[in-house]
C-alpha cells in the first residue's frame, strides 16, 4: 500500500509535463490555423475540444484555473469557456495509509489522540485537497482540510502553463488585454494554497456576518489546523440543488441568504467570496422549515478590495441609475479603466446594464428570464465582444477581474434557485448609508480583528 500510494504521488510530476506538452501542442495548433486560414467556428471548437481533454487527464489544480477562467466572460472565446466549463474536480483522493503519513507530517507523531475520531475515507475530494469528518475529544464535528502533497510546486508549474493559452488570446483576440487577469488568477490561487491566510479568512467573515442569521460561518481550531490542515467545525447540511423543485418560498429564502453572504461583506467592508460555486455552501434548515438559510464552507479564494473601488461600484450604480454620465466614467476611471473614449464606455455599458438590471428594478423579478445558469451573461459577453473589435483593444484592470466573476456566478445561482427576489430593495438596504470614510474604518478593523493586517 505504501508503495502504491508513493507512486501515485510521485507520478504527478509526470502527468504535469504530460499536460504541458499537451497544452503546449493545441497551442501550437491554433497558431498555426490563425497564420495559415484565419478564424473558423468549427476550427475553434474543435481546438477547445482538444484543450479540454487535455487538460481533463490532470485532475488537479490546472483544471481549476481552468475552470475559473471559464466562468469570467470574454476571457476566452466562447468556444473554449463552453468546453473549459464541463470539467469537473475530481482528484483521486488519497487513501488511508497516505492520510495517516500526512497527517502526522501536519501534526506530528500521536496525532490520532488529537481527535476522539478521525475518519480515513474523505467525505468530499477537490482539486487541491480532500476534507475529512473527525470529532474533537469534546465531542464537536469537525471538518479537517488537508491539502495533497507538493501542491506548490504544482500550482507555479500549472500557472506558467496557463501563460500559453494567455500569450496565444492576446496575440490572435487582442480585443481583451489578459494580462492584469493572468496576474489576478495567479495571486488568488496561490492564496488558496496558505490554509494560515484561509483560517484567517474564515474569521473575517464570522466576523462581518455576526449577528446574521441566514448565513452559518465555521469556528476554526488552531490548535489542529497549519499551513496545509485547515480544521473548522462541520456544518451540517443540504446541496442547494436538492431546493430546485423546493416551494418558491424556499427558494427565495436561500436566495436571500446568498444575496446577504456575497454582498453584506463586500458593501460594508470592501471584501467579497471569489468563488460562488455550488460545493462552497449548503442549506441548513429543518423538517418543519427547510432552507432557513446557508452556510458558507469554502474560504481559499478571497478577494480584499481597495475601499475606493468599491466606492466605484456604488457609483456606476448610482449613475446607471440617474443616468448621470459623468459619475458612470468616474466609476470605471476609478477602477482603473484607461483612455476610455465615448464610443468604449458605450460598450462597456452594455455590461454594466447586465450586471446592474437586476438592482436598478424596484420589483420582484428573476435575475434573468428564460437564461440557463451555464451560459448566464455569455450573450451581453458577445455583444461587447463584437463591438470591441471596432473600438478596442481594452485592457482590463486585475481587481475587475473576480468582482465581475462573483456577479456572475451568484447569478447564476439565482438560475438555478428560480428564485423570485426584489434585487433592487435588497442592494439598497446592504447599502445602507454608504460612506466611503465610513467603509474605510470597517475594513481596517475587521482586518485587524482577523489578523490579516
Known sequence: ???????????????????????????????????????????????????????????????????????????????????????????????????????????????????????LKPAAAASLGQVHKAVSHEGRLLACKLQYPDMKSAVEADLKQLDILFAIHRRFEPIVDTREAAKEIGARVREELDYVREAKHAALYSDMLRGEPMVRTPGVHAELSTERLLTMDWLEGRKILDFKTAPQAVRDRIGTAMFKAWWLPFSRFGVIHGDPHLGNY????????????????????????????????????????????????????TWGFKGLKRDVIDILNIWARFIYGPLLEDRVRTIADGVEPGRYGRREAFQVHQALKQKGPIKVPREFVFMDRAAVGLGAVFLHLGAELNYHQMFSEALGDFHLSALERSQQAALARAGLI
Open 282 to 333: 449548503s442549506v441548513f434548515g429543518s423538517d418543519t422549515n427547510p432552507g432557513e438559510g446557508i452556510n458558507l464552507l469554502d474560504y481559499g479564494c478571497i478577494r480584499i478590495f481597495p475601499p475606493k473601488f468599491v466606492g466605484g461600484v456604488v457609483d456606476l450604480y448610482e449613475g446607471l441609475r440617474r443616468g448621470d454620465e459623468k459619475r458612470i466614467v468616474h466609476a470605471y476611471e
Open 1 to 119: 500500500m505504501k508503495d502504491t500510494e508513493a507512486n501515485r504521488f510521485s507520478a504527478r510530476a509526470a502527468r504535469y509535463a504530460r499536460v504541458g506538452a499537451n497544452v503546449g501542442g493545441v497551442a501550437a495548433r491554433i497558431a498555426t490555423q490563425k497564420l495559415t486560414g484565419g478564424r473558423t467556428t468549427a476550427r475553434d471548437a474543435s481546438n477547445a475540444a482538444l484543450l479540454t481533454q487535455a487538460l481533463g487527464g490532470l485532475k488537479g489544480p490546472l483544471m481549476k484555473v481552468a475552470q475559473l477562467m471559464a466562468t469570467i466572460p470574454d476571457l476566452l472565446p466562447p468556444e473554449y469557456a463552453d468546453e473549459l466549463s464541463k470539467l469537473q474536480s475530481s482528484a483521486p483522493p488519497m487513501g488511508a495509509a497516505f492520510v495517516k503519513r500526512r497527517m502526522q507530517a501536519e501534526l506530528g507523531p500521536g496525532w490520532e489522540k488529537r481527535f476522539r475520531s478521525f475518519d
